[in-house]
């Protein structure tokens, strides 16, 4: 069972607020990763971090921004959020490396209204 | 553009047979590739990793083989069981290194009793 931990599990709420999104994990893992997932689609990856005070975006663009102040802990901001930010985001953690695997939070539901 | 494919249609097999889900990716070089199962509303979990200079790789009831010819990877679930139901991802590296993976949009295999 992988220690990383993902809140809230579900989130509803209204156009225009900004909400984080928390990520935690306790394995002491460099890398740290925020995917973004529709039902039935893929994931893609939109930022990266590895290492504290370290983070990059990924292959989607995204309106959401990331910070990476201490090794277990990954929050992702979206400052105003939008109807079209509704998807399940997942948040996973690896150890450095060139072929880790990834450990994966259970994903926090967001819909936005 | 590098793309990866797997079946988008839902398997479904009688258990105690063998399921066998197929991945397909074109302009890449991996260095290795990655199997994950996902259950609905939760995060993938990571299940096998295969090299590029390796045929065929094991773990349990789980079999993956990988034809960089071919650009082909087959995952192997034999005696199935309706807990082994759930959508099953596979995933590349971009890079060569640095754990960026891709992922596949996941087949749905259903085990039948």
């Known amino acids: 069972e992988a220690d990383i931990y993902q809140t809230p599990r579900y989130l509803v709420i209204g156009t225009g607020k900004k909400i984080t999104l928390e990520c935690s994990q306790t394995?002491?893992?460099?890398?740290m990763y925020w995917y973004q997932q529709d039902p039935g689609m893929e994931l893609h990856l939109i930022h990266y971090s590895y290492g504290v005070n370290s983070t990059e975006k990924g292959d989607l663009s995204s309106e959401s921004t990331v910070s990476r102040i201490r090794t277990e802990h990954f929050p992702l901001t979206l400052e105003s959020a939008r109807p079209s930010h509704t998807s399940q985001y997942l948040c996973a953690s690896s150890e450095s490396g060139d072929d880790e695997k990834l450990f994966f939070g259970s994903g926090t539901q967001l819909s936005v209204l | 553009s590098q793309k990866i494919e797997q079946n988008s249609e839902a398997l479904n097999i009688q258990e105690g047979k063998t399921a066998t889900l197929t991945c397909n990716y074109t302009?890449?070089?991996?260095?290795?590739l990655q199997w994950y199962r996902q259950d609905p509303g939760r995060g993938p979990v990571f299940l096998l990793l295969?090299?590029?200079?390796?045929k065929e790789k094991r773990k349990e009831r789980l079999k993956v083989t990988f034809d960089t010819t071919l650009k082909q990877s087959l995952f192997h679930i034999t005696a199935s069981q309706p807990a082994d139901s759930a959508t099953y991802l596979c995933a590349l590296d971009r890079t060569g290194g640095g754990n960026k993976l891709t992922f596949g949009t996941g087949t749905q295999l259903k085990v039948e009793l």
């Open positions: 302009n890449y070089s991996p260095a290795y």
């Open positions: 295969i090299r590029e200079n390796e």
């Open positions: 394995m002491g893992h460099d890398k």
